[in-house]
Structure formats: C-alpha cells, structure tokens
C-alpha cells in the first residue's frame, strides 16, 4: 500500500468521528454551533503551535499562507454552519451521501478543466450512478416535516458541496506550492477564532460550557479536526484531489450508522439501496 493511501485512509478514520460530532452538535441544545466552532479552531492553534515547537520548525507568515488560510477558515467555517443547518431538516444519510457524492462529482469535472484530464468511462458511469442516488434519497426526514423546510435542508447541502470542492483544490494548489503547511494550520486556527468572534452577537457565550462533558467533547473535537486536516493534506501532497477524495468519501457511512444507532434514524429500503449504489460508485475508483 502506497504512501497516499495510508493517508488518506487515516484521515478517513479521523473524518468519521469529525461528522458524527457535528452530528451530535445538530441534535443537541447545550452546544451553539458558534461555540463548537471557536473550540475547533481554538484548540486546532493550539496544538499548531505545539507541533511546530516540538518539530522545531520555523513558523512562516508570508502572504501566501495568510491567503490560503483565511480563506479556506472563512468558507469550512461556512461549511459547517449550513451542514449543522442541513442536519436539522435532512437525516444523517441523506445529508452525507449526496455530500461525498456530489462533491466528488464537482471535483472530477474541476480536476479535469484545471489539468486537461481524460473522463473514463467509468467515471460517466460514476456520475449517473451519482444522479439515481440523489433521486432515491429525496424523501423527507419527518412526514411531518415541511415541504419547504426539506427543500432547505437540501439547499444547504448544495452550499457545502460547492465551498468543499473549492477548498479541496485552493488546499491542492497550496502544497503543491511548497509552503509550510504547519505555519497554515495556525494561521487557520487563528483565522477561525477571529472569524467567529466577528460572526457572533454575544461573544461571551462562546467561552460558556454547560458541563465538563461538553467542554470535554468540544476539546476532543477540535484534536480530531486537526488531525483530519494534518492527513489530509499530507495525502493531498501525495496523489490527486479527486481520487484521494474518493477514498476518504467511505468516511460517510460510519456517521450513518452511528445516527441509526443513536438518534433512531429510520433506513428505508430507497435509502438502502442509495447506500449500497455509494459504495460500488466509490468502488469503481480504489
């Protein structure tokens, strides 16, 4: 097994608790999602720091690096908030798999416009199996759920399918560049904090935690992000967006489960046979 690979495979792992919590933050009232950011990127800085000190290295402010991370902090932070939007009017399953789904779709036709790449037929085929599981997974989370509020939902999974693939080629264009990517997570930490300080109304709410439980699980959070950004990256370094994206795409089933298993989550026999359809069309590339 290749270098990339082994990479890619562990930010998967690291992938999966990363949705399941922003999952959990979703479902729960004693976490905001502006608090859940400013944690991640609170503790994403300092274990940023930490690295560079024990490696170290040398931390790189040029311009290029404060671009890059700015901009890829202000549309993940973009990301999450329409995902934590979406998960409120879409199920786990609907949310994930027309995510990694589409999102990898984007990225093919991108990575193919940007670098004058051959579609196989394979990857056709990939994209019309991409267009059925869409069409099987477009039910409602509740009967009782609104028309509109489903449409909303799915909206805003749209708006994170868009800033992801934007953020996967700007992070692919970065290291192939050559700057530290060390120096780009603490200024993505620091970015992160300053931006949703900016962002929210009642600023000292961001630091308020209503127990040890959650103050711990918003700490564990913020090393699981880092480490999934860390692997990532470095798997990036290593092979092409679109097909290093494809393996860390089996990431979405983990959170799946998890949402069946814990929040009762109902899998219909549409959304079954969307999910064994994900899984050969992921197949068709590993």
Do not use: H
């Not at 000190?53 to 329409?82: A, D, N, R």
């Not at 060390?182 to 127990?211: D, H, P, Y």
């Not at 979405?252 to 489960?257: D, T, V």
């Amino acid at each position: 097994m290749e270098i990339w690979m082994i990479y890619a495979l562990i930010a998967m792992c690291f992938i999966w608790f990363m949705w399941f919590f922003q999952k959990i933050v979703a479902e729960r009232q004693t976490i905001n999602t502006q608090s859940f950011i400013f944690y991640s990127y609170s503790v994403q800085s300092l274990i940023g720091i930490i690295v560079i000190f024990l490696l170290e290295k040398t931390f790189v402010l040029s311009q290029e690096v404060f671009i890059y991370g700015f901009l890829t902090t202000f549309l993940y932070i973009s990301i999450i908030e329409s995902r934590v939007k979406s998960l409120k009017y879409v199920d786990t399953s609907t949310y994930f798999i027309i995510y990694r789904v589409f999102s990898s779709i984007l990225l093919l036709i991108l990575w193919q416009l940007l670098f004058w790449e051959f579609i196989t037929i394979n990857e056709y085929l990939w994209i019309v199996l991409g267009f059925i599981i869409f069409y099987l997974l477009l039910e409602k989370k509740d009967k009782k759920e609104s028309t509109f509020d489903f449409k909303k939902g799915i909206k805003y999974i749209f708006i994170g399918i868009i800033l992801i693939s934007i953020i996967q080629i700007l992070t692919k264009n970065f290291v192939l560049s050559w700057e530290d990517i060390f120096s780009l997570f603490i200024v993505q930490g620091i970015s992160g904090v300053g931006i949703t300080m900016l962002k929210s109304n009642k600023k000292e709410q961001l630091w308020k935690v209503q127990n040890k439980m959650d103050l711990f699980f918003l700490i564990f959070n913020g090393c699981i992000v880092y480490c999934a950004i860390f692997f990532n990256t470095l798997a990036f370094e290593q092979w092409d967006v679109a097909i290093v994206y494809k393996i860390i795409s089996y990431s979405l089933f983990i959170p799946i489960i998890l949402s069946v298993i814990f929040y009762n989550e109902k899998i219909t026999i549409k959304k079954l046979l969307a999910f064994i359809l994900t899984i050969a069309s992921i197949a068709l590339f590993v």
